[in-house]
């Protein structure tokens, strides 16, 4: 299959290195899904989330990721959903239109 999206494969918050300290390549739904991720940490929903404590507020800003993501033209919308694994993390998944289901861990 020709790679249609290829970038940068960052590992905590940094490029991630081969052997030969050349950079490893995300590649498809890998690169669609750390876009996601950074998408979400560069809107400042993630730090946002990790601050507030209501349960009200906090399915707010659910709902603001959501949305952000779907706007995404390679996620169905939709398909977006979050798991809260603890109060700093999260777990997002979605459906891809060319690449099937994709799955990013966002820590606050």
Not at 19 to 35: F, M, T, V, W
Not at 81 to 103: M, N, P, Q, V
Request: proline fraction near 3%; charge should be negative.
């Amino acid at each position: 299959m020709l790679d249609k999206y290829v970038d940068l494969f960052i590992a905590d918050r940094d490029f991630s290195l081969n052997s030969g300290y050349e950079p490893n390549l995300a590649k498809n739904q890998h690169s669609i899904g750390q876009d996601v991720k950074h998408s979400i940490i560069e809107s400042g929903l993630a730090t946002e989330l990790v601050a507030e404590r209501s349960p009200t507020m906090r399915y707010d800003v659910f709902t603001k990721i959501i949305l952000l993501v779907e706007r995404d033209r390679r996620i169905v919308p939709g398909t977006v959903r979050i798991t809260e694994e603890t109060s700093e993390r999260l777990y997002l998944t979605a459906d891809t239109y060319e690449f099937g289901k994709i799955g990013v861990t966002i820590d606050g």
